[in-house]
């Protein structure tokens, strides 16, 4: 139709309309012809649709979901038809019910959902001796009668031991018994029963040693780390306590802080003494001293407290030699250390403030005794030190004298006397 042919002219507008009109005709009946097949066709599936034995549309068909036991759990996940899960309990705990369930083509699980059961280990009467059993998560204990111990109770009680239970708290009672003269402190362990074996623990401060393994025995610490490499346990003395160990110091200390150690109390500072008041207290290391100076009675001169710890002379008459040759002063120094203090080492120093003369010269006043323990050094011009040369056991008191005597061309000016009371006390602490 629409193809030329050669030397003949092109078709005209109205003939190309008419054409059109025929093509759109025959397409129209075309296409009611098909609609009412496809509506036929719609019907016939409709149809069969509704005869059809309905199906489930999710081709993944599981079984609903499955919790594990409380005190156990649940081995499998796939809840898919065909699939089993297992089940367990903890340690301690037995199954009752399904081991195991099956999901069914029925899309419901076989057997019966089941339980963890807690295990009577009491059934067996493990208890023994009159014994009272307390069921317990995978384990037992047994209140013994009097008489018996032991995680069964199968050990008859040493009577020493008695004594501690019959009173009335465990703790207290430990303290009736004097530590290390009425054997060792013993507590019942605790046990547990894992697939047949039992285990047993003491408290902190006991052990299981010996034969019997059901026994506690308190450990000696003091005992223990009597000759420890890392030092004493104990500064003073140690006391065994049941479950533990215990310090103490002697009187005038109290223990530190860390409850090994022992520290002086400071009487003087406490108010803990019962110096007077013309007396001075001196703390010592485990006691304290009352003193109270008293200006020496010298011949040819008189002297005068100017402080509570230093005397002066008072003025000579003009050419009095035997007055001007005596000591211008006397100061008094007291010191505290303890026993064994090592040595050598400068215990106090003796300085001149405002020299005259053009030589000073310090020397130690007193016996051989003081020389065994003491000397006297020049540290520079001005000063003279007193030196401990060797350690002082104690408890002692010593008495020391330094003299400070100022010349000038070898004439005295001033004789100056330090008195130093050194006070040991008994221990080295
Ligand atoms: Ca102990
Ligand atoms: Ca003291």
Known sequence: MFSSTIGQDCPSRREIQGTLKQVQKLLAAHESSYGQSLKNLKKKIN?????????????????????????????????SVGHEVHFLCDPGYELVGSESRLCQESLVW????????????????????????????NQFSCVCAKGWAGVTCQSPVPTFFLSITNTSAGAAAATVLPAATS??????????????????????????????????TDIDECELFHNGQSGRLCLHTCVNTPGGYRCNCPAGYEVTRDGRGCKDIDECATRQNNCTRDQTCINTNGGYQCVRVECPKIPNASYVKTSPMRCERNPCPLDNKACSQTPNSFSYHYLSVVSNLSAPRVM??????????????????????????????????????????????????????????????????????????????????
């Open 47 to 79: 149809l069969l649709q509704n005869s059809a034995p309905k199906l489930p549309r999710d081709t993944n068909i599981t079984c609903p979901k499955l919790d594990a036991p409380l005190y156990g759990r649940k081995l499998g996940k796939s809840q």
């Open 183 to 216: 054997g060792p402190f013993v507590r019942p362990p605790r046990c547990t029963m894992t697939q047949g074996t039992t285990h047993c623990t003491c408290e902190p401060g006991y052990t299981i040693s010996g034969r019997d393994p059901y026994t506690c």
């Open 110 to 137: 076989g057997g019966q959902q089941p339980t963890c059961r807690n295990i009577n280990e009491c059934a067996s009467s493990p208890c023994l001796n009159g014994g009272t059993c307390t069921d317990e998560v």
């Open 348 to 429: 106090f120093r003796v300085s001149a403030l405002r020299p005259i003369g053009d030589t000073l010269r310090f020397s130690l006043v007193g016996g051989r005794h003081i020389r065994r323990y003491f000397t006297v050094q020049r540290s520079d011009r001005l000063t003279g030190q007193l030196m401990l040369v060797s350690p002082v056991q104690g408890p002692a008191t010593l008495e020391a004298e330094v003299e400070m005597t100022e010349l000038e061309r070898k004439e005295q000016l001033g004789r100056y006397i330090t008195k130093v009371t050194m006070f040991v006390s008994q221990y080295d602490f």
